[in-house]
DNA sequence: ATGTCGACTCCGAGTCGA
C-alpha cells in the first residue's frame, strides 16, 4: 500500500496535477492538507473518476484536509479530543472556532491522520501560542489513543510547520527569532518521537526539503524547508519498504510550495509468513 | 528586488494568510 501526504495549496486550483500524480506514482491513499474549500466546493469529480474516494473536511477559504483513497476509507474522526479552536478577533462568548487542520481514517487497519498544524506567524503572536497548544493536545489524543490500540499501526501525516534540525533550513541565520526553528515549537515536534513515534522518512535516510517559498526564488535556488513529514507509531514503522521526497512536483506549471512525502506499505508481512506453504 | 500565489470581495485592486 502506497500512501502519501501532500499541502497541495487550494486543490481546486490543482486537482488535475494532484490526480495525475496519484496515478502516475500509483498511490492508494492521499493525506491533503490546505484544500483550501469547503466540501460543496470541493472538485471530487475528479478523484472519483480516477478511482477514489474522498473524505473532506473544510469550512471556508482557509486551511481544509482531506483523504483520497482507492482503498476503502473506515472510521472516520474529525479533529481530536482538546483540539484549541482560534480566531484573530475571539467573539464576547469565549468560544473560539474549531478550524479544519485535523482528519483521520483508517485504511486497511492502519490508522492515518491529515494534519496542517498552525504556521504560528510570529513568536509571541497568539497563533503562535495556539500552535503550541494544538501540538499539546494533539500529542495527548495520540497517547490516548495508543494506550487504547497498541497493536494498530498509526502515522501522523501532514504539514507540521516545524523545521526540527538545522539541516532542515537552507540557512539557520535567516530563521533566527521566527516560527518554523523555535526551541518550543522543536521541543513540541521531539515529544511525539520520545512518545515512540518514528520519522519514517528520515529513518531511511531520504534527504532534501519539502516545501520552497513561491518567493525569491526559493525553489531554483534550493532555499527550502523540510517542514512535511510521516510519524509512525513502531508497527507502523515495521510495515515501511520504502520512502520518498517527491522533489519534481515543485517543478513544472503552477505547483504547490510543498511536494508530496510518500511511504510504501508491505502490507503482507507477518510472523507467520516464515513457515512453509502446505496445500 | 518589497522578488509569489490563492481566495476573498464583487469586477479589479486591496486584503489576508502563508
Redesign the pocket.
Known amino acids: 500500500m502506497r500512501i502519501a501526504t501532500w499541502n497541495v ?2 486543490v ?3 486537482f488535475g496535477r494532484i490526480v495525475d500524480f496519484l496515478e502516475r506514482r500509483d498511490i492508494d491513499v492521499l493525506a491533503m492538507q490546505e484544500t ?2 469547503t466540501p460543496a ?1 470541493f472538485p471530487r469529480e475528479a478523484f472519483e473518476e480516477a478511482g477514489y474516494e474522498l473524505e473532506v473536511v473544510g469550512t471556508n ?2 486551511n481544509g484536509v482531506a483523504f483520497a483513497s482507492r482503498l476503502p476509507i473506515e472510521e472516520v474522526q474529525v479533529g481530536f479530543d482538546g483540539m484549541p479552536g482560534y480566531a ?1 478577533t475571539p467573539p464576547e462568548s469565549g468560544e473560539l472556532p474549531l478550524e479544519a487542520r485535523a482528519l483521520a481514517v483508517s485504511v486497511e487497519g492502519v490508522r492515518l491522520w491529515s494534519l496542517y498544524v ?2 504560528g ?1 510570529e513568536l509571541g503572536h497568539p ?1 503562535y501560542d495556539y500552535k503550541l497548544r494544538w501540538l499539546d493536545a494533539l500529542r495527548a489524543d495520540t497517547d490516548a489513543w495508543r494506550r487504547a490500540n497498541p497493536d494498530q499501526p498509526l502515522a501522523l501525516m501532514g504539514d507540521f510547520n516545524i523545521a526540527p534540525l538545522d539541516i532542515d533550513v537552507w540557512d539557520m541565520s535567516v530563521f533566527e527569532g521566527h516560527t518554523h526553528v523555535s526551541a518550543p515549537e522543536r521541543a513540541a515536534f521531539q515529544a511525539f518521537l520520545d512518545d515512540g513515534l518514528t520519522d519514517v522518512v528520515r529513518d531511511r535516510g531520504v534527504e532534501g526539503y519539502t516545501y520552497w517559498d ?4 526559493r525553489f531554483p535556488k534550493n532555499e527550502g524547508m523540510r517542514i512535511d513529514f510521516v510519524l509512525g507509531s513502531s508497527s507502523f514503522a515495521d510495515l515501511v519498504v520504502d520512502a520518498t521526497i517527491e522533489r519534481d512536483e515543485r517543478a513544472g506549471d ?1 505547483p504547490s510550495d510543498h511536494v508530496p512525502v510518500v511511504v510504501e506499505l508491505d502490507m503482507e508481512t507477518s510472523i507467520d509468513d516464515d513457515r512453509p506453504m502446505i496445500f
Do not use: D, T
Not at 513561491?214 to 526564488?217: C, E, H, L, N
Open positions: 495549496n487550494s481546486r486550483a490543482r483550501k474549500c466546493q477559504q482557509w484573530n498552525p504556521n506567524r497563533h513561491y518567493k525569491a526564488g503552477a
